[in-house]
């Protein structure tokens, strides 16, 4: 680290009270003789506890944003391993990047089951379980949006103060400064090296990666872009959490990894999964009223709704896009469907989202809201972040009809093609009044690779859908 994360990183545990000289400990514990004197960090936080002193605002004005692609992406590592080759000699031109498959080799040895929870704070969960069986940390990775999730099973389960339970946090930064992405992640990608609380807000220096979870106690170091470097990094991860007993994290920037393409699903699931969500919400779409309220989940289904929207001519006032707290859609759309009992409510959801928070479907169940139309749209994979399989998939062992049934909705059904789905969807509106329904759409993974994104804000989206939702 430099002056400057060193420098935050200070402001930051003083503000947690944490003393100067444990502040020294730990920075020398990580940095090793990079550190900064203990006069220094005494002096630097005295300065803070005073409300004295600022750093320097070092975000440049001139920095070029390029929106990026997974093809963009692909043609840039190759470009750059060109570079690399022209470059040999000089190692600190060389830009490097990791091999998923060589670093998979390097963290294998102690992972006996590859498990995708239902959540990020349950991943917590049964890192904790594993440890205290078998004696050795568990690896959970996520994306920085779900550190919400892992929060409280972290601060009052895992930490070495409690219960002592180390586990490695692997976490994909995104929304990193001067990076495009989602609106959701702009806010919390420049958070992402400090999450603090209200004593400081704002990390001024977002060009360098300067904290990482100083709040929760947790040291931290980005992950080197070569294995020599990822090695050293897995080190000193097994290190301090064997001494310490408590979590170290790898913050992952964007690019630090070659690109990875999942295999492909088995030919015959396709067959008899004939639609893609886009063809699927398509044929939705065409029941839908114009009082009708949509509330649509995080991800690719807004994504293509609010494209099928512009597509069609219609406005976008009748929808709620639901572009972050992936897994709340049910329970925004549960909020309106009770104060608009009048009002048909439309939940198009996703079976990622379902999972993730799937409590909700009891209280849906139980609030009996009559107006209340559940859609599920399950093609078995988490197809926003890659892909990655859910256990929704498995169409033999797991039913969200089934689920759903036995919490209290009312009507359940299942469609699979253009046919069913309209029947199903005539079917739904002539219910007026007994409800909620469920009608779960199995179909493929995958999306349109030229899929856009929202071209209007936030702000815009929240203002029309309000007003919307006063018309009687």
Sequence with gaps: M????????????????????????????????????????????KCFREGREEAEDEVRSDSLVIETTSESIEQQVKEQQKRNEKVRDM?????????????????????????????EGSAVGLACGSYMVTGQPSLVYLQNCGLGNIVNPIISLATSSIYGLPMLLLIGWRGEPDKPDEPQHRVQGPATPSMLDEQILFIKTLNTICIFLAALGIPFQSLPNNHDGAGQALETARHYMKTTKGPYALLV?????????????????????????????????????????????????SRELFELRTK?????????????????????????????????????????????????????????????????????AHDSVGGQPTVA??????????????????????????????????????????????????IQTGHRKNLGRPTRSTDENRKDFMHFLQLN
């Excluded at 402001?11 to 514990?29: G, S």
Aim: with cysteine; hydrophobic share 40%.
């Design 2 to 45: 430099n002056k400057e994360n060193f420098y935050f990183y200070v402001k930051v545990r003083t503000a947690l009270n944490i003393p100067a000289k444990d502040i020294h400990e730990e920075l020398c514990f990580v940095c090793g003789d990079e550190t900064s004197s203990l006069k220094t960090i005494e002096e630097w936080s």
């Design 91 to 119: 190692p600190q031109l060389v830009r490097d990047f990791l091999d998923p498959a060589e670093f998979y080799q390097q963290i294998k040895n102690n992972l006996c089951h590859h498990i995708i929870t239902a959540n």
């Design 253 to 301: 920037k964007r690019e630090t990894f070659l690109p990875y393409k999942l295999p492909k699903i088995d030919v015959d699931v396709e067959i008899r999964l004939p639609l893609t969500r886009e063809q699927a919400l398509e044929c939705v779409m065409n029941h839908f009223q114009q009082q009708d309220i949509v509330v649509s989940t995080t991800g690719m289904l």
């Design 312 to 380: 069609r001519h219609d406005g976008h006032e009748q929808d709620f896009l639901t572009i972050g707290g992936m897994g709340h859609a049910s329970s925004i759309a549960l909020g309106i469907a009770i104060q608009k009992p009048n009002r048909t409510v439309f939940c198009l959801d996703g079976d990622g989202a379902v999972l993730m928070h799937m409590g909700i479907l009891a209280n849906i169940a139980a609030a009996t809201p009559s107006n209340f139309k559940h859609i599920v749209f399950n093609n078995g």
């Design 393 to 442: 998939g498995n169409h033999e062992k797991f039913s969200f009809c089934h689920i759903a049934q036995d919490c209290g909705y009312k009507h359940v059904m299942i469609a699979t093609n253009q046919f069913e789905i309209n029947e199903a969807m005539e079917k739904i509106r002539a219910i007026n009044s007994d409800g909620p329904i469920l009608l779960e759409l199995r």
